[in-house]
């Protein structure tokens, strides 16, 4: 079982069903069976904050469109047995929307994409 668990602002629309797929195809491409990731469409001033307490960067800094945040822990579930809980993912929402925009391209589509590269992160895996 994998399970994906979304949060967001009622000011950020985005279509939470294929978020959610689009995270799960991700993790079943890599062979991931069981498996649970958190979501979270934030502003600009959360992922500031984010990435002042855990990146150590100033507000001078750009903001971030997307941070993953690992997890080693696992989670146990009553009638699924053992859940690896990957960690979280964090999209900046204006950001994504800046990107959409000089892409000309869907907000579903970029938010998608942006969980997916983040969702790759969290299994470890790293681009140069």
Request: with cysteine; charged share 25%.
């Amino acid at each position: 079982m994998i399970r994906i668990l979304i949060t967001r602002q009622a000011r950020y629309p985005t279509d939470i069903r294929e978020l959610r797929e689009r995270v799960k195809t991700t993790l079943t491409k890599q062979g991931v069976g069981q498996a649970e990731v958190s979501v979270a469409l934030v502003g600009e001033r959360k992922m500031r904050e984010l990435a002042q307490k855990y990146l150590g960067e100033s507000s001078k800094y750009p903001v971030h469109e997307v941070l993953s945040f690992p997890s080693s822990g696992d989670i146990a579930f009553p009638d699924s047995g053992k859940l690896t809980q990957l960690g979280d993912i964090v999209i900046c929402y204006p950001e994504a929307r800046k990107i959409a925009i000089k892409r000309n391209r869907m907000m579903d589509d970029v938010i998608g994409e942006l969980a997916q590269h983040a969702t790759l992160h969290l299994l470890g895996i790293h681009h140069d």
